[in-house]
């Protein structure tokens, strides 16, 4: 038996604050009591003293090798589940993809060969559904059953991962028989492909485009229409990466009517902007992703979400690809440029930032990092929180240190930084994946293959 025992430091969950050691036994936390109110001994010992201890991080949304517009997300998962480590993110949560024409089946067994053995920390799966029909609206029972309890389906991508209304309805028919909980990337995209289509042919064809064409309505309208057919259907839904303030606004009305409508944002839409989209020399490239960077003044909507609970996650999207190479592909025409970001090294410590800017709470930097997250696909009180019984993925985090955001130290298999150059305070110290020391004072400890694959239960809101 392993004892380890963290000491002295700030426990922070989405419930509490308190000062409390922690005791970890084969990798599970087995009891927090008042320092000095014990006689624990342990073979390990972490002085936490003036630190926060947190649970790891739980990024519900990754796209680790992504194939997407011809090429490859740069992050596999050995490289991203180490980022994710060094970031503080103990739990990731992937998308296996069904090609168009296979079954859901052959996409699942494709991402658990990808994933399995790689990983350094622990990890589940999202089912993308880019081919609603008989057969595999069939499979869908027997995947929840297998732990992979939510399905992807995409508004936007027509001729890729694109559904029309009516199999987004019988989607979520069978999920609402069945316990799943459909994921929506809601923005319309057949009416996108027009302006698409319009803009090049005007000759406009930089990266700050992708953001105009890509209307705050159009994702506002999809997110209408999803919430509409998940009434009908009687399911329950879950709104991915949202990022325009019109589109937050239908969630939360949804939420005000009492209807299982959940959002979730990502960093990139609470700290960047079209600005970034803007930047010349074809720089505006790193920040192309789908939902779209939105102008600043969209900001103070989503943070507004987040601490009234119309938004309950941040995860990051992270989908990686070099700026050479990758983003090149897209120069001279801006529908080329593969959508996606960098990011699930530094998501804790943006959100943490927010703690400083006065943004969120303490508890609430944890409830939507990890906590909600957590409950919201299947893993909490494993994951997600410290208490006994829950896994040993602990983070000691040192809330007065400082880093500069950059490429040149970052983890992540990509080229840039999304953030390069912005200082933040606070710091992941050491991290812990199921009482494993991952990192330690800037030492890797981690391994490929410590991280095993999660089974998921169905989303504990409903
Ligand atoms: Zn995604």
Redesign the pocket.
């Known amino acids: 038996m392993t004892r380890t025992l963290i000491s002295g430091g700030l426990v922070v969950t989405a419930a509490d604050e308190l000062h409390a050691d922690v005791l970890i036994e084969n990798g599970v936390v087995v009891a927090l009591a008042l320092p000095g109110r014990h006689h624990w001994t342990a073979e390990r010992v972490f002085d936490a003293s003036g630190k926060y201890v947190v649970p790891g991080g739980v990024d519900a949304?990754t796209?680790m090798e992504l194939p997407f517009g011809g090429t490859f997300a740069s992050d596999t998962f050995e490289t991203g589940t180490r980022a994710a480590a060094w970031g503080g993110t103990t739990t990731i949560i992937d998308?296996a993809v069904q090609s168009k024409g296979a079954s859901l089946r052959a996409g699942l067994d494709a991402w658990h060969a990808k994933a399995g053995g790689r990983c350094a920390v622990d990890y589940g799966l999202h089912m993308i559904m880019s081919d609603v029909n008989e057969s595999t609206l069939r499979e869908m029972p027997g995947l929840i059953g297998e732990g992979v309890t939510s399905f992807?389906l995409f508004m936007a991508y027509p001729g890729v991962f694109y559904s029309d209304d009516g199999q987004i309805l019988r989607a979520m028919q069978q999920a609402a028989d069945t316990g799943g909980l459909v994921m929506m990337?809601a923005e319309n995209g057949p009416a996108i492909d027009v302006l698409v289509e319009q803009a090049l042919a005007r000759g406009e064809t930089d990266p700050r485009h992708h953001g105009e064409v890509r209307k705050a309505l159009l994702e506002a309208e999809a997110t209408h229409r999803a919430v509409q057919l998940a009434r009908v259907a009687g399911a329950p839904l879950y709104v991915?990466?949202v990022s325009a303030r019109e589109a937050l606004a239908e969630i939360a009305a949804a939420r005000d009517l009492g209807l299982p409508v959940f959002g979730e944002t990502c960093p990139q839409y609470l700290f960047l902007s079209t600005d970034n989209l803007a930047e010349p020399d074809f720089e505006g490239a790193k920040y192309v992703c789908s939902t779209p960077l939105r102008p600043k003044d969209h900001q103070a909507a989503l943070w507004r979400g987040l601490r009234t609970d119309d938004l309950q996650v941040v995860s990051t999207?992270h989908?990686p690809f070099c700026f050479k190479g990758q983003k090149e592909l897209g120069r001279g025409d801006f529908s080329k440029i593969p959508n996606g970001l960098p990011g699930v090294e530094n998501r804790m410590d943006l959100l943490h930032q927010a703690v400083v800017d006065g943004h969120l709470t303490r508890r609430r930097w944890i409830d939507i990092a990890c906590a909600a997250p957590a409950r919201m696909f299947g893993l909490y009180p494993r994951k997600g929180t410290l208490a006994p019984g829950a896994d040993a993925d602990v983070v000691i985090y040192d809330p007065h240190a400082t880093h500069t955001l950059s490429a040149a130290t970052h983890h992540m298999n990509v080229d840039y930084s999304a953030y390069e150059g912005r200082t933040v305070t606070g710091r992941v110290e050491t991290v812990l994946s199921r009482g494993e020391v991952v990192l330690d004072r800037g030492q890797y400890l981690g391994r490929p293959g410590h991280g095993a694959f999660l089974p998921r239960s169905t989303c504990q809101y409903l």
């Open positions: 949304h796209h998308f992807k990337h991915v990466h999207d989908c």
